[in-house]
């Protein structure tokens, strides 16, 4: 399996409740890890669980275990910051198909690295974006 790219909730449970996965994101995730294939999330997705954890809908331990993973040099769980180049790419997300906008970068971003996205979000599915679930 190649390398993916992964929604925060799908990041989330990757981290600390991994049952909450489908069978395909589940091995999609544990393949790209065995292969020595980077897991991506967006930048936009550390920001959104800071906010979160702050609006107490996030247990601190889901930082604490992110942070881990971070900065846990083997592993392959990899921040993409929101560049020039992704935030181009957020053009190709219909607004009006899915209207947040942390959804639309992380989306823009699976573009830009042209793999598939781990994702349970159908309005995110319905953009044609190359997805997993």
Do not use: C, F
């Not at 275990?65 to 846990?72: D, G, Q, V, Y």
């Not at 009006?96 to 830009?112: E, G, K, M, S, W």
């Amino acid at each position: 399996m190649p390398a993916v790219v992964v929604d925060t909730h799908a990041l989330v449970w990757y981290l600390v409740e991994p049952e909450r996965l489908s069978q395909t994101a589940s091995d999609a995730l544990d393949q790209a890890s065995a292969t020595g294939e980077a897991i991506y999330a967006s930048a936009i997705s550390l920001v959104e669980m800071i906010y979160l954890v702050e609006k107490g809908r996030l247990p601190q331990a889901v930082m604490d275990r992110l942070t881990e993973a971070l900065a846990t040099p083997e592993a392959e769980l990899s921040l993409v910051p929101v560049d020039q180049e992704v935030a181009m790419m957020v053009r190709a997300i219909p607004r009006a198909v899915v209207a947040d906008l942390p959804d639309r970068i992380i989306a823009a971003t699976a573009l830009r690295l042209n793999l598939p996205l781990v994702t349970r979000d159908k309005k995110i599915q319905a953009a044609q974006i190359k997805s997993l679930w």
